[in-house]
């Protein structure tokens, strides 16, 4: 089983975040496309305009099936080892739930501002399309 992450190529905290996925996974469960890499999203239906809700997680074996922002993160969460325990958690304790998506939300609209913009779009050593290119910034 495999999901695709839709990231901010261009964010600093998203391609640090996705980075870290990177070396935790190593192209196992998740593969990677850039907001900025219209093409490919075209091919899922998703917009510019999807994208300022935040990062997109797509189970691959059943495109249909999508989360997005705090929930994408979440599910990402849920996704790594013993990380099911932790998001479990968060979502019992009354309010967290709320808190995070605010949290979110803040971060997101935020997040040049925050954590700076990167000059060149990042592009994942494990693309979705695999033509990516190894070594990217």
């Known amino acids: 089983m495999n999901y695709y992450v839709i990231y901010d190529g261009n964010c600093n905290l998203c391609v640090t975040l996705v980075q870290f996925l990177e070396t935790l996974d190593q192209g196992k469960l998740f593969l990677y496309a850039a907001m900025q890499d219209e093409q490919t999203l075209t091919q899922w239906g998703i917009t510019s305009q999807d994208c300022q809700q935040g990062m997109i997680l797509i189970d691959a074996n059943a495109p249909e099936r999508r989360w997005q922002g705090s929930d994408a993160a979440e599910e990402i969460g849920k996704l790594l080892p013993l990380g099911s325990l932790f998001v479990d958690a968060y979502r019992t304790i009354p309010g967290m739930k709320w808190a995070g998506n605010r949290f979110y939300e ?30 990217n910034n």
């Open 106 to 135: 803040q971060i997101r609209d935020n997040r040049y501002t925050l954590f700076g913009k990167r000059d060149t779009t990042y592009q994942s050593t494990y693309c979705v399309d695999g033509g990516c290119k190894i070594g």
